[in-house]
């Protein structure tokens, strides 16, 4: 034990000593009035932060990892627990909606502003902030007597979420070597795909065995034991605080988004169709306003001429397409599971654990598997093979073997977060240091908006269904139909994957290293 202590006391001055040198991070380019093409880049970067290289990218990207992961379990956990927690506050179970709202329009408000708010006080004071203020509204949430109360924590909470996911992402990047990348986005790609996965049987355990009230409670230990970590093993990195806040495009941005996000969670539900469609129409005016506004802004909260890289802008319309069915599937299997199979909670969740297992098993495959076949070639060919694979559970039915059923999640679940881990690489490939921040606000702000819209499309092509076939409660011809709708929607990111580059992110997989040793040998 001695030996440990010696050895951990000796890791914590050596990164001390290191933080206290503090030398400056190296630029991948020289930047000018606009973005600096991938041509024009050195190739070899090297460690801009020593202290960070004791800590390990792996450790880096469990800290990130952990807290995402908390931030998604509590979304799903929560579902669960509404018709309880309605019983409990004396209100009607279709009321504890605003509290699942209130969060989702904290995201949209605030996730674009994390970029400005990491590059002005800097990424991990962010980043430790972020955690601090999720564990303070989960505190909230677990205290409020009644719903009003509550659906103000859950606003708070919402502000904590919308910084740790960009911020979070934003550390790993400024955090880790080109060359470990790969790895470290497989263990970041874990927490979106497990924690919807765990949240049902969680959530109907807790709601079992303890009080609703553990669901935000047990974020506590896991917030205090984050904000150690981030202060002890990542370093704070700064951008460029001088560009000023945009704040024109924080409220245009807020507008848009919120109405949008708003719009398409009502639209998932029945009984809304009058408020839906003036909300989406107030988001349309919001985003074409924002447009207009960002086209004669120097520094827009949402920076569009990121999509001019090419790369970058690749990753975001692919990734919307296969983030839909991403989003569509953890609201879809449970609740085939349950209504269709009449497994309970757990026992469903015993099933769709199986995804989960997936995606770990995709961890140590991810980088040889890109170093071998380079990015385009394997998101052109997992940009197939994932939604092919989702829409095989088109065709669950209670005669399958639930071994059957088990291995078809499995492989979805090892696809679907190899196909995330290469698209969260490739997607900063080509961004310059300086547009790192916004680039990951940007980015963080598609994909909670495609999710959402993955869910609209399940839900309302499911009740479609329902209709049509003139069923009461869903049966498996409409759970078919709606899977069905959102993976042949997925399908249509092969069409973006085929313009990437052929060299895209070579430095980042090694795929270039592989081929010109094989030209040599040649």
């Known amino acids: 034990m001695s030996d440990v202590a010696d050895r ?14 503090r030398e400056p991070a190296p630029l991948l380019g020289e930047v000018g009035d606009g973005i600096v093409p991938a041509s024009d880049r050195i190739k070899h970067v090297p460690d801009a932060q020593p202290a960070l290289r004791i800590a390990g ?10 807290a995402l992961f908390m931030q998604n379990l509590d979304a799903t956990v929560l579902a669960t627990a509404l018709p309880t927690m309605a019983r409990d506050f004396g209100v009607p179970a279709t009321g504890m909606s605003l509290a699942l709202t209130a969060y989702l329009l904290a995201l949209a408000v605030f996730i674009p502003a994390s970029g400005s708010a990491a590059d002005r006080f800097g990424a991990r004071s962010v980043f430790q902030a972020a ?16 719903l009003e109360l509550l659906i103000v924590a859950r606003f708070v909470q919402g502000i904590g979420g919308a910084m740790m ?35 049902p049987p969680v959530g109907g355990a807790i709601v079992t065995y303890l009080d609703w009230r553990w669901i935000f409670w047990m974020n506590v230990p896991i917030g205090v034991l984050g904000v150690w970590l981030v202060h002890t093993f990542i370093d704070d990195v700064r951008g460029d605080g001088g560009l ?15 109405t949008l996000l708003f719009g398409l969670q009502l639209a998932a539900r029945p009984g809304h169709a009058k408020v839906v469609v003036p909300l989406l129409l107030v988001g349309a005016v919001g985003c074409y306003l924002y447009w207009r506004h960002a086209r004669r802004s120097d520094s827009p909260i949402i920076d569009l001429s990121l999509m001019r890289v090419k790369t970058f802008g690749l990753s ?49 495959a991810a980088k040889p598997l890109l170093r071998r076949f380079g990015f385009r070639t394997a998101i052109t060919a997992i940009g197939i093979l994932s939604p092919l694979a989702y829409a095989v559970t088109a065709a669950f039915r209670p005669d399958w073997p639930m071994p059957a059923i088990f291995a078809v999640l499995l492989v979805c679940g090892f696809l679907t977060s190899l196909q995330f881990t290469a698209y969260n690489t490739i997607a900063y490939a080509d961004i310059d240091p300086p547009h790192m921040s916004r680039a990951t606000s940007f980015y963080a702000t598609f994909q909670q908006l495609s999710l959402s819209l993955g869910i609209c499309l399940a839900s309302t092509t499911l009740t479609a269904a329902m209709r049509v076939n003139g069923h009461a409660r869903p049966e498996f011809a409409d759970f078919s139909a709606a899977i069905l709708l959102v993976t042949g929607i997925s399908l249509f990111a092969v069409f973006v994957n085929t313009r990437f580059p052929r060299d895209a992110g070579d430095e980042m997989s ?7 040793a094989g030209a040599r040998a040649a």
């Open 165 to 199: 996911v960009p911020v979070g992402r934003l550390v790993l990047l400024r955090s880790v070597d080109k060359r470990d990348l790969v790895s470290a986005m497989s263990w970041l790609a874990m927490p979106a795909l497990i924690g919807p996965i765990l949240g």
């Open 510 to 516: 090694g795929h270039h290293t592989r081929v010109e």
């Open 8 to 21: 951990w006391r000796e890791l914590r001055e050596r990164v001390r000593r290191r933080r206290r040198r």
């Open 316 to 364: 975001v319309y692919g990734g919307t397409f296969i983030r839909i069915t991403q989003g569509a599937q953890p609201f879809l299997l449970p609740l085939m599971m349950q209504v269709g199979f009449g497994l309970s909670a757990a026992a469903s969740g015993s099933v769709t654990v199986a995804t989960a297992i997936g995606s770990f098993a995709m961890k140590s």
């Open 131 to 146: 955690i601090v203020l999720f564990v303070l509204g989960s505190i909230a949430c677990g205290l409020a007597p009644n």
């Open 57 to 66: 990218y792996r450790r880096i990207a469990l800290i990130v990892a952990c």
């Open 244 to 258: 000023r806040f945009d704040r024109i495009g924080f409220v245009l941005s807020a507008v848009a988004l919120s």
